[in-house]
C-alpha cells in the first residue's frame, strides 16, 4: 500500500489534487475503484501490470473497509472480469 499512501496519504486524508480515500462515497461503486487501480486517471498511474487479480483485490478491499469505510470486499474474480 505504500505507493498509494505516497499520494492519497497512509490515513486516507489525501493531499493536494489526490484525493481522500477516506470517506469517499464513490468507493461504494467496486468497478469505480477496480478500474482506478488497474487502469489509473489523470495523474494516478495504472497498478495493473504490476498487480495480480489477489493483489488488486486485497488493495480494493483494503481501502473500501479503512478509515471509517464501510463498502465490502471486493473479489480476485470481480478484478479478473475487469482486465
Ligand atoms: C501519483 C499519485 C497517485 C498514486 C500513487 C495513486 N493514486 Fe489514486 N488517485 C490519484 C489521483 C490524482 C486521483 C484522481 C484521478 C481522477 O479522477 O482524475 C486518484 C483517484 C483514485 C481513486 C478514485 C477516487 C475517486 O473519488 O474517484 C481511487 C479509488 C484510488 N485513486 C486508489 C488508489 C490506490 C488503491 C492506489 C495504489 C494502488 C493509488 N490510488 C495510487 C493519485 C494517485
Known amino acids: 500500500m505504500t505507493n498509494c499512501a505516497a499520494c ?3 490515513n486516507g486524508e489525501g ?3 489526490f ?5 469517499n462515497a ?3 461503486d467496486a468497478n469505480l475503484v477496480i ?4 487502469n489509473g486517471a489523470g495523474t494516478m498511474p495504472g497498478f ?14 483494503y481501502i473500501r473497509n479503512s478509515w ?7 473479489t480476485p474474480a470481480e478484478v479478473a472480469a475487469k482486465r
Open 19 to 23: 484525493p481522500a480515500l477516506a470517506g
Open 15 to 17: 493531499l493536494g489534487t
Open 48 to 61: 495493473g501490470g504490476q498487480l495480480d487479480d489477489q493483489k488488486v483485490a486485497a488493495v480494493a478491499t
Open 35 to 38: 478500474d482506478r487501480i488497474l
Open 68 to 74: 471509517g469505510n464501510d463498502f465490502g470486499p471486493v
Open 8 to 10: 492519497h496519504q497512509p
Open 26 to 28: 464513490n468507493l461504494a
